[in-house]
């Protein structure tokens, strides 16, 4: 029996891996910098609901976004590779901790985790690589930090909310878990 749900862990993180890349590296091909630059709408975030229902979900969407950011290696640098997925580690992990904390049966602050991990990692990443060429300003960190939260927001809250609420409404949480 442990080792069906070691395996059922693995394939999960795997498929949720694979979901997270795919859609990202597709979105940069067909729409170039949309999911890379510093205002973003990466719609593969809206899987990062996953990581309310899954611990399987943290690994994978780690996973997934590593993979994502070192096949766009070439348009934001290196640096991402490591950065993006320390944020996505963090937004994944804290969401999970966070899943039970509810308001109307949603749980808001925990789909705020992605816009807060990614707009403090990854506006820091921006204004310190980036903009200013190893200084940091505050007030570049605080105009970038608020442009990457706002487009986590906005697909957390149009895409990832109605993802979330469709696996809850389906009873889909259980197999997920």
Same mark, same amino acid.
């Not at 999960?12 to 597709?26: E, G, N, P």
């Not at 990062?48 to 640098?77: D, E, K, Q, R």
């Not at 816009?115 to 820091?124: E, T, Y």
């Given at each position: 029996?442990?080792?069906?749900?070691?395996?059922?862990?693995?394939?999960?993180?795997?498929?949720?891996?694979?979901?997270?890349?795919?859609?990202?590296?597709?979105?940069?091909?067909?729409?170039?910098?949309?999911?890379?630059?510093?205002?973003?709408?990466?719609?593969?975030? =809206? *899987?990062? @609901?996953?990581?309310?229902?899954?611990? +399987?979900?943290?690994?994978? $969407? %780690?996973?997934?976004? &590593?993979?994502?950011?070192?096949?766009?290696?070439?348009?934001?640098? =290196? *640096?991402? @590779?490591?950065?993006?997925?320390?944020? +996505?580690?963090?937004?994944? $992990? %804290?969401?999970?901790? &966070?899943?039970?904390?509810?308001?109307?049966?949603?749980?808001?602050? =925990?789909?705020?985790?992605?816009?807060?991990?990614?707009?403090?990692?990854?506006?820091?990443?921006?204004?310190?690589?980036?903009?200013?060429?190893?200084?940091?300003?505050?007030?570049?960190?605080?105009?970038?930090?608020?442009?990457?939260?706002?487009?986590?927001?906005?697909?957390?809250?149009?895409?990832?909310?109605?993802?979330?609420?469709?696996?809850?409404?389906?009873?889909?949480?259980?197999?997920?878990?």
């Amino acid at each position: 029996m442990r080792n069906n749900k070691y395996i059922s862990y693995i394939v999960q993180s795997a498929v949720t891996a694979a979901l997270y890349a795919v859609v990202t590296i597709m979105q940069n091909v067909l729409l170039p910098g949309s999911a890379s630059m510093a205002v973003q709408f990466r719609v593969s975030e =809206a *899987v990062t @609901v996953l990581a309310l229902f899954s611990p +399987s979900a943290i690994s994978g $969407l %780690t996973i997934g976004c &590593l993979i994502a950011n070192i096949s766009s290696i070439s348009s934001i640098g =290196a *640096v991402d @590779v490591i950065f993006g997925s320390l944020a +996505s580690f963090l937004a994944a $992990l %804290t969401m999970y901790k &966070l899943r039970n904390v509810k308001f109307f049966k949603i749980p808001l602050i =925990a789909l705020l985790m992605p816009a807060i991990m990614n707009g403090i990692i990854v506006g820091f990443e921006i204004d310190f690589f980036f903009v200013n060429q190893y200084r940091f300003d505050l007030t570049d960190f605080l105009i970038n930090a608020g442009l990457v939260a706002i487009g986590e927001i906005a697909v957390l809250f149009a895409l990832g909310l109605p993802l979330f609420i469709a696996i809850q409404k389906r009873n889909l949480s259980k197999k997920l878990s």
